[in-house]
Nanobody, 116 residues
């Protein structure tokens, strides 16, 4: 059973930083790409960053390039999203995702609020 559990969200002032974690116990994590998405109520889910299998490519949405960094620790079955220089428009629920044999798996999400 694939289970994804996000943590690390919270309230932060503009210009601040947060690090999100997505733990993925119980499956061959290192065989699969992982993604971070975010969603604001009333808007479509937005792809933020993807990281392929170890040694593979990394990609970011234009809106977060230079501010967000995705990484993975395959020994811990965990993917991270380091976010700096946060802006109010980064406020959203952030979720991690993986796709296995054509099926998408999602975590429950973690709320990030950027506000003074």
């Amino acid at each position: 059973q694939v289970r994804l559990v996000e943590s690390g969200g919270g309230l932060v002032q503009p210009g601040g930083s947060l690090r999100l974690s997505c733990a993925a116990p119980g499956f061959a994590f290192n065989n699969y790409a992982m993604g971070w998405y975010r969603q604001v109520p009333g808007k479509e889910r937005e792809l933020v960053a993807t990281i392929q299998r170890p040694g593979g490519s990394i990609a970011y949405a234009d809106s977060v390039k230079g501010r967000f960094t995705v990484s993975r620790d395959d020994a811990k079955n965990t993917v991270y999203l380091q976010m700096i220089s946060l802006k109010p428009e980064d406020t959203a629920v952030y979720s991690c995702n993986t796709r296995i044999l054509g099926h998408n798996y999602w975590g429950q999400g973690t709320q990030v609020t950027v506000s003074s």
